[in-house]
Structures are given as C-alpha cells and as structure tokens.
C-alpha cells in the first residue's frame, strides 16, 4: 500500500540543477516558483527590505498568531532560499545580475513602467543573458499601465457576477482564483520556453496576464453567451447544463451531500438508490434537458429521500453502483483524507515549522515504471 505521507511526486527531482530566480511576490508568480522548487530547481526568491519584504508577510487573519511567518505567505513559498535585495540599489542589482548570468528562469511582476530603473527592461535583459527565459505576469491584456489584483479580475471577468446564489448576492472566489490560474499560465509558458531552448538555444520574454488567464478559465461558461447567447447567471452550487448537479442535500447525520449526475443511466441508478426506481420514468425527469427545466421539483422530491441514509452509508452504496456523490467537507476535513495528507508538505521556515498545500500534483511514470 502507498504511504500517503509522501508526496504524489515521491523523491523525483527532474528539474535538479535548474536555477530559477522569482522576483515575483504575493501569489501568483511565487506559486509558480514554489512549483519548481517542489520539481528539484535551485528557487532564489528575491524580496525588498526596503518594503519589509513580500506584502504578504504581513497578512494575517484575525487571530493568526504574529510569530513566525504569516499563513499567506507560506502558502506559496516553500523550499526557496531568500535574498533580500533592493533593486534600487547599484549593489543590490549588480547582485541580481550574478544570480541571473546562472539562472534559467525569471519570474516577476513590476509593473512595466518601473522596469527600466530596475534593470529588467525585456530587451535589456535579453541582451545580458540571451540564455534566460523571463517570465512577466502583468495585470490587464489590454491595458498595459494598470496593476491587476485579483479581486478586481474576479469581478471583471465575470467570475464575481456568476458566483453566489442570485444576481443581488455576488460573491468572491474564497480563494484568489485569477493568481492560482495565472500561475498555471506562467509555468506552460516557462515550459514551452524551455522546450524551444532546447531546440535553439535562446531564451525567451513570456507576458502573462491576470485578466487573460481567468477569462481563459471561462470554459462553457463563456460559450453560454458566445454560443447560446445565454448571460450566465449565478446559480450558487448548481450546474448550468446539467441536473441534478450541484443539488446538495442533508443526510440523516447532519452531513450533506452533493449530487454530480452528469447522465441518465447515473440518475436512474440514483432514482433506484434511493428507493425510488418508478421517478426516474417520469416524463420531467426522463432526459436530462428535462430535468434542468424542472429541477426545482427534482430537487422537492429528492431532500426527503436523502434524509433516510447517513452520509457515509449512502456515498458507500453510490460508489458501489458509480453513481457521483460526494460529501460536502470543510476545509480540515479535506487535508485528512489521504490526498489531503499526501498532498501537505511540511518544512522549515525561519525557524519555524510549517504546513502548505503542494504544487506539484503528478507522478511520473517512465517506461511504464515509476521512477520513485
């Protein structure tokens, strides 16, 4: 049996003796570098004294304890070694410049505007070091001088508009979404650079952006308007195609369950599970186009069934039968599972011992083997 304590990429270290230099703070871009230092990169993290180092050293929820490093700023940077250097300085940039003549990958996000005075002018940098791919996350596509935060994205991509349970109660991502989908777009973006330097030789200067990244994440919800002309609405849990999905349901030990029937021989089973086979021939809920056109009523007929099996009893009877249910766990419960567990990394922090969630969520088979 696989001892979940260990990561999914197991002692696999591909990306030893890559040196990446992340002059990114916040989220995004050191979620990117986090990624690579989980793959075996040397990640120098570059912050600035001047400023008190990554802004997120200094968020902290309510209650957090003041010692130690912030939760936030764990979250997205883990094995890295730090270098506080203010790139205002001759010194401190001519530092940079050692770190860069020996590194493959750039990451950062200042703001165009203020490159030049830093050193990191694109066409500059290329220059130095012809070798080096240099990865810049930027906020708005279409809007070069404007800073991105992702609570802003959410709102203009129309995530915000399509989160929550009606048009009067929009709702946040509860995490930064457009950072954790823009850090995604940075490292395909690092890869394909490498990929092509392998084959050329050169590096590269990738652009990535906030809005661009979270409007790519889209997907059918996009199409809704593009294809159907449909304005997606904000529907809470519940999917806009698809019935009964999202639907979530109480258990008779208080524990609720979610409902992610994506075809009709699912919600027959379903229909047979809950001890009534007979609904599923009824003409609302025969098809699933029909069963989204009245899943209110689906819904009506369905809570008082659940309401006859505990949770577990009845995800153990779905899984028998494949039919998609899940229970609806809080965050602590999710990192106990045994994905929660292998997919926590703990390690040293300035002296401190702590906890994040892993980048890397792949294992790697070669020839059919894994190799760790």
Same mark, same amino acid.
């Given at each position: 049996?696989?001892?979940?304590?260990? +990561?999914?990429?197991?002692?696999?270290?591909?990306?030893?003796?890559?040196?990446?230099?992340?002059?990114?703070?916040?989220?995004?871009?050191? *979620?990117?570098?986090?990624?690579?230092?989980?793959?075996?990169?040397?990640?120098?993290?570059?912050?600035?004294?001047?400023?008190?180092?990554?802004?997120?050293?200094?968020?902290?929820?309510?209650?957090?304890?003041?010692? /130690?490093? +912030?939760?936030?700023?764990?979250?997205?940077?883990?094995?890295?070694?730090?270098? &506080?250097?203010?790139?205002?300085?001759?010194?401190?940039?001519?530092?940079? =410049?050692?770190?860069?003549?020996?590194?493959?990958?750039? *990451? %950062?996000?200042?703001?165009?505007?203020?490159?030049?005075?830093? $050193?990191?002018?694109?066409?500059?940098?290329?220059?130095?070091?012809?070798?080096?791919?240099?990865?810049?996350?930027?906020?708005?596509?279409?809007?070069?001088?404007?800073?991105?935060?992702?609570?802003?994205?959410?709102?203009? #991509?129309?995530?915000?508009?399509?989160?929550?349970?009606?048009?009067?109660?929009?709702?946040?991502?509860?995490?930064? *979404?457009?950072?954790?989908?823009?850090?995604?777009?940075?490292?395909?973006?690092?890869?394909?650079?490498?990929? %092509?330097? =392998?084959?050329?030789?050169? $590096?590269?200067?990738?652009?990535?952006?906030?809005?661009?990244?979270?409007?790519?994440?889209?997907?059918?919800?996009?199409?809704?308007?593009?294809?159907? /002309?449909? =304005?997606?609405?904000?529907?809470?849990?519940?999917?806009?195609?698809?019935?009964?999905? $999202?639907?979530? !349901?109480?258990? +008779?030990?208080?524990?609720?369950?979610?409902?992610?029937?994506?075809?009709?021989?699912?919600?027959?089973?379903?229909? /047979?599970?809950?001890?009534?086979?007979?609904?599923?021939?009824? =003409?609302? !809920?025969?098809?699933?186009? &029909?069963?989204? %056109?009245?899943?209110?009523?689906? @819904?009506?007929?369905?809570?008082?069934?659940?309401?006859?099996?505990?949770?577990?009893?009845?995800?153990?009877?779905?899984?028998?039968?494949?039919?998609?249910?899940?229970?609806?766990?809080?965050?602590?419960?999710?990192?106990?599972?045994? @994905? /929660?567990?292998?997919? #926590?990394? #703990? !390690?040293?922090?300035?002296?401190? #011992?702590?906890?994040?969630?892993?980048?890397?969520?792949?294992?790697?088979?070669?020839?059919?083997?894994?190799?760790?």
């Amino acid at each position: 049996m696989e001892d979940h304590a260990h +990561s999914p990429l197991g002692m696999d270290r591909p990306l030893k003796g890559m040196r990446v230099v992340e002059l990114a703070s916040v989220l995004a871009g050191p *979620l990117a570098g986090s990624f690579f230092a989980e793959l075996g990169a040397e990640v120098i993290k570059v912050e600035n004294p001047a400023a008190g180092g990554d802004v997120t050293r200094q968020w902290r929820a309510a209650g957090e304890s003041h010692q /130690g490093p +912030s939760a936030y700023y764990v979250a997205a940077n883990g094995p890295k070694e730090v270098r &506080m250097l203010n790139l205002k300085e001759d010194r401190d940039r001519a530092e940079l =410049e050692m770190l860069l003549a020996g590194a493959d990958i750039l *990451l %950062q996000n200042f703001k165009s505007s203020g490159l030049d005075k830093l $050193g990191l002018n694109p066409d500059a940098v290329a220059q130095r070091h012809p070798q080096l791919i240099h990865v810049h996350l930027k906020g708005f596509l279409a809007e070069e001088s404007r800073a991105g935060y992702d609570m802003v994205v959410q709102a203009e #991509t129309g995530f915000m508009a399509m989160n929550g349970g009606s048009k009067e109660e929009a709702f946040r991502m509860p995490v930064a *979404l457009m950072d954790v989908l823009a850090a995604h777009q940075m490292r395909s973006a690092a890869l394909l650079a490498l990929w %092509q330097r =392998e084959r050329d030789g050169r $590096g590269s200067y990738l652009e990535v952006w906030l809005d661009a990244s979270g409007l790519s994440a889209l997907a059918n919800r996009a199409t809704e308007f593009l294809v159907a /002309g449909h =304005e997606p609405e904000a529907l809470g849990a519940l999917h806009p195609q698809i019935a009964p999905y $999202g639907e979530t !349901f109480l258990c +008779s030990c208080g524990g609720k369950v979610v409902t992610a029937v994506g075809n009709d021989p699912q919600f027959k089973a379903l229909c /047979g599970l809950l001890g009534d086979s007979e609904r599923a021939k009824d =003409e609302r !809920f025969a098809s699933n186009p &029909m069963r989204v %056109q009245y899943r209110a009523a689906l @819904a009506e007929f369905m809570a008082p069934l659940f309401l006859k099996f505990s949770a577990e009893t009845l995800l153990a009877a779905a899984l028998e039968r494949g039919i998609p249910l899940g229970k609806v766990n809080p965050v602590s419960a999710a990192l106990h599972t045994g @994905a /929660g567990q292998a997919m #926590t990394a #703990t !390690f040293e922090m300035e002296g401190h #011992t702590v906890q994040h969630v892993r980048q890397v969520a792949f294992r790697i088979h070669r020839n059919g083997k894994r190799s760790t």
